[in-house]
């Protein structure tokens, strides 16, 4: 059995004990209510962030389905494309559209096309103007006679049109123009090598020297022409040409230049040089003729070596814009070239062509 003394001892524990259960439970109970307080303010958070997101990206849809690019909009970018491309008033016909099922259409183009203008690269140039615009771009091409339709439309409205069709009557007013590069003999390695990433056709002008004849190899590398220029820094003795000299040492050396220059697509006198002036210059130029050397002077090219900036591209827009002639060689520096790019491709784009200056030297 057990004593009187024992059962109050365990009653005595239990009564120690019960208030620390019921602490430890209220602590329990505290804890549990804050962590449901801030699940639902956690959770409240998360439907306001939910329903902003969902309001702005059906705001931003509802907006950008309403924005219509309008029609002059398209008409000015293709106006813009027809011009850069020299295409001539006569070549472009309208009709004007009263049709119910047209909502957006009010007319409808015809370009008739020359025959030296790929119509898909019109229409990429003209395509290229809409990157990032409301628009939606369908072309089709026929093939039988490669005719096109380009169809242009805005929040699903047909706002232009237009049909081309190659015409062998027409042709874009045309000139040939190509470029001397006259400080070639002056430019470090690092700047021929940049010089020779250009894609474009061009000569380049070399002093007969051994430094001369090593880049001949480059030239021709990079599918590049030359001429070789006689003046007064002609001082390799291989190729030397003081007036000073013999008849027989002045012949020697122009043999050599000849030989070894033979790449070359004429001969550049400088006629400001002492040479041209020495009484020896009569009988180097009758030994290059009777090794038929085409002989040229600066005069006879377009000079434009000592112009930069817009001076150098307003020259440039002259000469080219200029009906007189419908062939050009311009005189230029290497960085001069560099300045004009734009412009150069400017006038290829309305069918101007830029060709070997052997192409227009040989042609004379």
């Known amino acids: 059995m057990i004593s009187k003394k024992a059962l109050l001892h365990s009653w005595k524990n239990v009564n120690q004990t019960l208030p620390v259960n019921k602490l430890v439970l209220q602590k329990m109970t505290d804890i549990f209510k804050k962590k449901i307080i801030y699940f639902f303010i956690g959770f409240s958070i998360l439907l306001m962030i939910t ?4 309001d702005f ?9 309403k924005y ?6 398209i008409e000015e970018k293709f106006s813009e494309t027809l011009n850069e491309f020299g295409f001539e008033n006569d070549w472009i016909s309208v009709k004007n559209i009263n049709n119910k099922n047209y909502d957006s259409l009010k007319k409808v183009y015809n370009l008739k096309v020359p025959t030296d203008l790929s119509i898909p690269i019109f229409l990429k140039e003209l ?7 409301p628009v939606d771009i369908i072309s089709e091409e026929r093939k039988d006679n490669g005719s096109s339709t380009i169809r242009i439309s805005s929040n699903e409205h047909l706002k232009f049109q237009a049909y081309l069709n190659y015409d062998k009557s027409i042709t874009r007013e045309k000139f040939k123009f190509a470029f001397l590069i006259d400080d070639f003999h002056d430019l470090s390695s690092a700047e ?3 010089l020779f990433q250009n894609q474009f056709n061009f000569a380049v002008g070399l002093i007969p020297s051994d430094f001369g004849l090593d880049l001949i190899q480059k030239i021709n590398q990079f599918k590049k022409e030359n001429y070789f220029i006689i003046n007064d820094d002609v001082s390799d003795s291989k190729y030397e040409l003081d007036p000073s000299l013999s008849k027989t040492r002045l012949k020697s050396s122009i043999i ?7 790449s070359s697509i004429f001969c550049m006198i400088d006629k400001s040089s002492e040479l041209y002036s020495s009484t020896s ?4 130029r009758d030994e290059l003729l009777k090794r038929k050397i085409r002989l040229h002077s600066y005069e006879n090219f377009i000079d434009l070596r000592n112009k930069e900036g817009n001076d150098l591209k307003s020259l440039f827009k002259f000469y080219c814009e200029d009906q007189k002639t419908k062939t050009k060689i311009f005189l230029v520096n290497s960085i001069g070239l560099d300045e004009l790019l734009l412009l150069i491709k400017q006038f290829q784009k309305k069918g101007n062509k830029l060709v070997n200056p052997s192409e227009l030297i040989f042609s004379e």
């Not at 210059?281 to 180097?284: A, E």
Request: charged fraction near 25%.
């Open 51 to 54: 329903n902003v997101i969902i």
């Open 57 to 65: 990206v059906n705001t931003a849809e509802a907006e950008e389905k």
């Open 68 to 73: 219509e690019i309008q029609i002059v909009k």
């Open 127 to 133: 395509e290229s103007k809409f990157v990032g615009q």
């Open 192 to 194: 021929i090598d940049q």
């Open 256 to 262: 050599s230049i000849v030989s070894d220059f033979s």
């Open 281 to 284: 210059y009569n009988f180097i």
